[in-house]
């Protein structure tokens, strides 16, 4: 007989209580702790690196450990002023559902193997098919972010203008594939591009305007010019709130050129995709639901603990061709089979926490915390502009603030000034924001997409930069 161990463990209901409090204790320290904790890199790897251990440590140690040194060393990304890269704060009923989720650790692959979470998948997917407005015939399914989500769509679109690259590969292609974005789209396109085979420089990048939009008239030169010259052109991919300044691109316009040309339209709408909720927003979306495929964040603007991301593709069939298994049939299909869907097999159930958070809060309370992130983003930058001494130098369109510190006497200020400024609010720990690139000029950024964000935070967040300003530029 074989002596059995199982892995179950003693008290797990007392630490399963630990754990919770530890988490309740964090959140509540939110808004008090430095943005980002003051450690670096080697200090850190001395408190946490050790030997692998092949027996056991005690818990109560193990805890001791986790709150004074991993807890400790968080950034915290759902502070008030943490207004940096696009990491949004997750909201507490998201936690709740993703510490549900991970107790029960299903794994939507097929219905047998999670019937409960594939159903919640389902809804979950519809929800933001209605919400985009995409009628029926839709498919789609959640990823780990906003990088699989348009890796997928844009599987969807190869399989579509070239039919049985899932088996074959694209090396039969006769004419080299090129897709367009904008000089603001987000790098993920380039790698999404590569991994389909195509290769990053299938990738065409057009120009914007002053308001950062993809310009309509360089893209369909483009066109034109790629066909002349035997390339086959098949996708455009629209920004819908590109990273850096949130521009959203003219969407019923990308339509119609993709309609006239029989390419596929592609809205990247990772950051944006939430501000349809607003009566603001779905005025500056609108024509998403004319695109042949949508990916959106809800780790993003949907504050949704990471990680969640969600690909939309308006013909079902070409996401099921794209990644159906061997003996998988769409006309056979009753529960959807979310591994047909998708490049996992084995994969985490995203829809449980994004299922509970609409649930607790309903869409009508996101869609007015989105809405109060823009009016934030707004009050801001003319707040900075009043200031004087700042350069707002992009459109707020959704809830991102790119601007400079100016100097009137100083016409051309290195970049250093604005990296000492950024570095000095984030060593002060009492906010966060981050530098960004844009058209060659280094600049700051603050991006409202924060739960906790408030005009108070404003009041001291341009207090800090005030400080920040260097005394011998
Ligand atoms: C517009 C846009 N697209 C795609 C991505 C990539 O998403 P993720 O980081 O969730 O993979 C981002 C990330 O910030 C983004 O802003």
Not at 67 to 82: D, L, M, S, Y
Not at 124 to 148: N, P, R
Request: hydrophobic share 40%.
């Amino acid at each position: 007989l074989v002596n059995t161990k199982s892995l179950d463990i003693e008290g797990f209901e007392f630490y399963l209580d630990k754990a919770m409090k530890i988490i309740t204790n964090y959140l509540k320290n939110i808004s008090i702790e430095p943005v980002v904790p003051k450690i670096d890199f080697y200090q850190l790897t001395d408190l946490l690196d050790c030997d692998i251990p092949m027996e056991s440590t005690d818990m109560d140690k193990l805890f001791d450990e986790i709150e004074g040194n991993v807890v400790a060393n968080c950034t915290k990304i759902g502070h008030p002023r943490f207004l940096a890269w696009l990491l949004t704060s997750p909201s507490p009923a998201g936690i709740l559902g993703e510490f549900l989720n991970v107790g029960l650790s299903q794994v939507p692959a097929s219905f047998k193997s999670a019937p409960s979470e594939t159903i919640l998948e389902d809804t979950v997917i519809k929800w933001f098919a209605e919400i985009f407005g995409y009628e029926s015939g839709y498919g789609g399914s959640l990823t780990s972010g906003g990088t699989m989500a348009n890796m997928t769509c844009l599987a969807a679109a190869r399989e579509k203008h070239f039919p049985g690259a899932m088996k074959k590969g694209i090396h039969g292609v006769q004419k080299p594939p090129v897709l367009y974005v904008s000089d603001q789209g987000h790098g993920c396109i380039e790698r999404a591009a590569s991994m389909l085979g195509f290769g990053s420089e299938a990738v065409k990048r057009v120009p914007t305007d002053s308001s950062f939009r993809i310009r309509i008239d360089s893209l369909v030169q483009q066109i034109y010019k790629d066909r002349d010259e035997g390339l086959a052109p098949f996708c455009v991919v629209a920004q819908v709130g590109s990273s850096n300044t949130g521009s959203i691109d003219p969407l019923v316009e990308l339509a119609n050129i993709c309609k006239e040309n029989g390419l596929w339209l592609h809205a990247d709408a990772a950051y944006g995709g939430a501000a349809i909720l607003t009566d603001e927003g779905r005025e500056m979306l609108k024509g998403i639901q004319y695109a042949d495929s949508i990916a959106t964040d809800p780790h993003k603007w949907f504050f949704t603990p990471v990680e969640a991301g969600c690909c939309l593709v308006k013909n079902r069939r070409y996401l099921f061709d794209t990644f159906k298994t061997k003996d998988a049939n769409l006309e056979d299909e009753t529960a959807t089979d979310y591994l047909n869907y998708g490049v996992q097999f084995t994969r985490a159930s995203r829809a449980f926490k994004i299922w509970f958070a609409f649930r607790v809060y309903g869409l009508n309370t996101i869609a007015q915390v989105v809405k109060q992130n823009i009016l934030l983003a707004r009050e801001f930058a003319e707040r900075l502009e009043k200031d004087g001494k700042w350069e707002v130098v992009a459109p707020v369109e959704l809830s991102a603030v790119c601007f400079r510190y100016k100097d009137n006497q100083k016409k051309n200020l290195d970049s250093s000034v604005q990296d000492k400024i950024v570095k000095f609010v984030e060593e002060s720990g009492e906010a966060f924001l981050t530098l960004a690139v844009l058209k060659g000029q280094t600049i700051i950024r603050a991006c409202f997409t924060n739960h906790r964000t408030s005009s108070k935070d404003i009041d001291i967040i341009i207090d800090l930069l005030s400080k920040a300003i260097p005394k011998n530029i």
